[in-house]
């Protein structure tokens, strides 16, 4: 049994890995990748920020201690932080990848608070990575007025024992995100189930979710198995999908999103655990005109994860599990907060949260668990721990964040896909990798599969530098105005780069085929019709489209064998040479979102 305890002040400054506990700094992490990502998973979640100019780090210092342990598992951690010379306001607790264990707490001077909570330690696989992390490490970190060495002392006890573990499993808005020294709750990057440890006593909560994952890669990329070797009776898996799966056609909310959904609960119900599904938390809403929502027969504000929410609930009913709406009641927050929903996220983003955000999303759904009849017993531990909610407005911070040095490049890192090794150009996909057009975040490029016409879009207009259009009109029947890929498409329409002659018509409705395999000759198309700087003259046959693409060295099939699909690994190879004809591209500004 492992158990250790000690107490630092200002006389232990420096980490010292013999001892196995001290002060630590994220300049003291030894990464393979030199990421900020892989940083500060050996930091507690910390990233240094380096500011243009001289910015005062008064009350927004953060203290961080690392002890490593013998082996993984779970650990009771019992910490006491006493103010020698001033009170201490604002304190901030935070542990493992900067879970939030306690928020706003003030420490008179003189006095002592103790928090007593449990970890777990488990391997994870970094950001950017394929390989398992399995560094046996706990980090505690805090921050707030005057959490200096000279003024706060800090005593732990960290004990090995077995409680039961509450598993989450989602996207970047569920995940532990890592946040800058000085520390900005306006300006932190948070997933709502970072700050979920808030309320549980008598169980650990280890967050499994990851950046760009789909309810697909979390599988395949090895997260999910980690959870499947260690998940036992008693424990509970949180799982909140959504984001990632609407930008993929195999995904469809009733189709393959659902299915494994399906698949998590009963695996989870066969290790002996307990499941809770969670609908995406929604994104700022879109909104139409007055005239557009009578056209379109819709309310004036709409989501694009609709469906997806509405899929996670049906399963939730079929398989008896408790259902948490978070899509539903965001939106609504969203709604009620009018323009000053923008504060919930992060600077220039509708999708991640900040700090203040992921506080509000975790008390909606502690009060949603709570309110349910089923939910009552489901999460492990003590959860109703007496913490009340209480509002958090970012009114209170400063709302304008110091220009900082960006973090070093996360598409300088060499190939992460584990499946590209049979494919010939690995060279243009290096090229289109440099580009940003690939995903770093997933660990599968699946290279030799064909790419449906409606996924390409995404890629498309990140290497055309173009950005999607909303509303969109409907003018073809197989996509609705909510769909992910209907914004790009709306685009393609006002910049005439749709082929007619690559859609389908029946009576008077016409089809984009979104699902369809792209072939050769679209790819072509929407190429040289952008390549046409005049819209107006972008009626190009297919045929002429397919022969100045061959010319230009775009398009490098051997045979121009009509209507054979392309696959995914020659799209990002033939969108990286025309990114190198297309110059000016390279130079060109824009917001992806669509």
Same mark, same amino acid.
């Given at each position: 049994?492992?158990?250790?305890?000690?107490?630092?002040?200002?006389?232990?400054?420096?980490?010292?890995?013999?001892?196995?506990?001290?002060?630590?700094?994220?300049?003291?992490?030894?990464?393979?990748?030199?990421?900020?990502?892989?940083?500060?998973?050996?930091?507690?979640?910390?990233?240094?920020?380096?500011?243009?100019?001289?910015?005062?780090?008064?009350?927004?210092?953060?203290?961080?201690?690392?002890?490593?342990?013998?082996?993984?598992?779970?650990?009771?951690? $019992?910490?006491?932080?006493?103010?020698?010379?001033?009170?201490?306001?604002?304190?901030?607790?935070?542990?493992?990848?900067?879970?939030?264990?306690?928020?706003?707490?003030?420490?008179?001077?003189?006095?002592?608070?103790?928090?007593?909570?449990?970890?777990?330690?488990?391997?994870?696989?970094?950001?950017?990575?394929?390989?398992?992390?399995?560094?046996?490490?706990?980090?505690?970190?805090?921050?707030?007025?005057?959490?200096?060495?000279?003024?706060?002392?800090?005593?732990?006890?960290?004990?090995?024992?077995?409680?039961?573990?509450?598993?989450?499993?989602?996207? $970047?808005?569920?995940?532990?995100?890592?946040?800058?020294?000085?520390?900005?709750?306006?300006? $932190?990057?948070?997933?709502?189930?970072?700050?979920?440890?808030?309320?549980?006593?008598?169980?650990?909560?280890?967050?499994?979710?990851?950046?760009?994952?789909?309810?697909?890669?979390?599988?395949?990329?090895?997260?999910?198995?980690?959870?499947?070797?260690?998940?036992?009776?008693?424990?509970?898996?949180?799982?909140?999908?959504?984001?990632?799966?609407?930008?993929?056609?195999?995904?469809?909310?009733?189709?393959?999103?659902?299915?494994?959904?399906?698949?998590?609960?009963?695996?989870?119900?066969?290790?002996?655990?307990?499941?809770?599904?969670?609908?995406?938390?929604?994104?700022?809403?879109?909104?139409?005109?007055?005239?557009?929502?009578?056209?379109?027969?819709?309310?004036?504000?709409?989501?694009?994860?609709?469906?997806?929410?509405?899929?996670?609930?049906?399963?939730?009913?079929?398989?008896?599990?408790?259902?948490?709406?978070?899509?539903?009641?965001?939106?609504?927050?969203?709604?009620?907060?009018?323009?000053?929903?923008?504060?919930?996220?992060?600077?220039?983003?509708?999708?991640?949260?900040?700090?203040?955000?992921?506080?509000?999303?975790?008390?909606?759904?502690?009060?949603?668990?709570?309110?349910?009849?089923?939910?009552?017993?489901?999460?492990?531990?003590?959860?109703?721990?007496?913490?009340?909610?209480?509002?958090?407005?970012?009114?209170?911070?400063?709302?304008?964040?110091?220009?900082?040095?960006?973090?070093?490049?996360?598409?300088?890192?060499?190939?992460?896909?584990?499946?590209?090794?049979?494919?010939?150009?690995?060279?243009?996909?290096?090229?289109?990798?440099?580009?940003?057009?690939?995903?770093?975040?997933?660990?599968?490029?699946?290279?030799?599969?064909?790419?449906?016409?409606?996924?390409?879009?995404?890629?498309?207009?990140?290497?055309?530098?173009?950005?999607?259009?909303?509303?969109?009109?409907?003018?073809?029947?197989?996509?609705?105005?909510?769909?992910?890929?209907?914004?790009?498409?709306?685009?393609?329409?006002?910049?005439?780069?749709?082929?007619?002659?690559?859609?389908?018509?029946?009576?008077?409705?016409?089809?984009?085929?979104?699902?369809?395999?792209?072939?050769?000759?679209?790819?072509?198309?929407?190429?040289?019709?952008?390549?046409?700087?005049?819209?107006?003259?972008?009626?190009?046959?297919?045929?002429?489209?397919?022969?100045?693409?061959?010319?230009?060295?775009?398009?490098?099939?051997?045979?121009?064998?009509?209507?054979?699909?392309?696959?995914?690994?020659?799209?990002?190879?033939?969108?990286?040479?025309?990114?190198?004809?297309?110059?000016?591209?390279?130079?060109?500004?824009?917001?992806?979102?669509?």
């Amino acid at each position: 049994m492992f158990s250790i305890n000690f107490k630092l002040q200002n006389n232990d400054s420096l980490y010292s890995q013999g001892r196995g506990y001290g002060f630590f700094t994220p300049e003291m992490a030894v990464t393979s990748s030199g990421t900020a990502h892989e940083q500060s998973l050996k930091s507690g979640g910390w990233n240094t920020r380096h500011f243009y100019e001289e910015v005062s780090d008064e009350g927004r210092k953060v203290q961080i201690v690392k002890v490593t342990v013998p082996s993984f598992g779970t650990y009771r951690v $019992s910490v006491r932080i006493s103010a020698l010379n001033k009170s201490i306001e604002h304190l901030t607790l935070f542990s493992s990848r900067r879970a939030m264990i306690a928020r706003d707490v003030t420490v008179p001077c003189g006095s002592t608070y103790e928090k007593t909570y449990h970890t777990a330690v488990t391997p994870f696989i970094p950001a950017l990575s394929a390989t398992r992390c399995n560094d046996k490490d706990i980090f505690i970190s805090y921050t707030g007025s005057d959490v200096s060495q000279e003024n706060a002392v800090l005593e732990v006890t960290i004990t090995e024992e077995k409680v039961p573990v509450i598993w989450i499993g989602g996207d $970047s808005t569920v995940t532990d995100q890592n946040a800058g020294i000085p520390y900005f709750p306006f300006g $932190s990057f948070s997933g709502w189930a970072q700050t979920l440890p808030r309320f549980i006593e008598g169980a650990a909560v280890c967050n499994m979710s990851h950046s760009g994952l789909t309810s697909n890669c979390f599988r395949d990329d090895g997260h999910y198995d980690i959870i499947r070797e260690m998940i036992k009776p008693g424990d509970c898996l949180i799982m909140q999908f959504g984001h990632n799966d609407q930008k993929r056609r195999n995904l469809a909310a009733f189709g393959g999103y659902a299915d494994n959904l399906r698949r998590y609960v009963k695996e989870t119900r066969q290790a002996g655990a307990e499941a809770i599904l969670c609908s995406p938390i929604s994104r700022v809403p879109l909104e139409l005109s007055e005239e557009d929502a009578n056209a379109l027969n819709m309310d004036r504000h709409y989501s694009l994860l609709a469906d997806h929410a509405k899929a996670t609930e049906s399963v939730a009913k079929e398989l008896d599990v408790p259902f948490i709406d978070l899509h539903g009641q965001t939106f609504e927050k969203w709604l009620e907060f009018g323009d000053n929903a923008k504060d919930f996220f992060m600077p220039g983003d509708v999708t991640h949260t900040n700090e203040y955000g992921s506080v509000m999303i975790a008390d909606i759904f502690m009060k949603t668990l709570r309110s349910l009849d089923k939910g009552k017993d489901t999460l492990p531990g003590r959860c109703d721990n007496g913490l009340t909610f209480s509002f958090w407005s970012p009114e209170s911070d400063v709302k304008v964040i110091p220009a900082q040095e960006p973090e070093p490049d996360i598409f300088s890192i060499p190939l992460p896909y584990l499946d590209i090794a049979g494919f010939e150009d690995k060279a243009g996909l290096e090229k289109a990798f440099r580009y940003c057009l690939l995903d770093p975040c997933v660990m599968f490029l699946h290279p030799d599969a064909p790419m449906p016409r409606a996924q390409l879009l995404m890629v498309l207009f990140k290497a055309l530098r173009i950005a999607g259009t909303r509303p969109y009109r409907g003018k073809y029947s197989d996509l609705k105005i909510d769909e992910w890929d209907s914004g790009y498409v709306e685009t393609l329409i006002s910049e005439n780069l749709i082929d007619p002659a690559t859609t389908k018509s029946e009576g008077d409705k016409l089809f984009f085929r979104p699902d369809e395999s792209l072939t050769y000759e679209e790819l072509d198309s929407f190429l040289m019709r952008f390549y046409e700087s005049d819209k107006d003259k972008r009626d190009i046959p297919l045929d002429e489209c397919v022969r100045r693409a061959m010319e230009l060295g775009i398009d490098e099939r051997k045979e121009a064998a009509p209507g054979k699909w392309i696959s995914r690994g020659e799209v990002y190879t033939a969108l990286a040479r025309f990114i190198d004809l297309e110059e000016d591209i390279k130079t060109r500004s824009i917001n992806f979102e669509a």
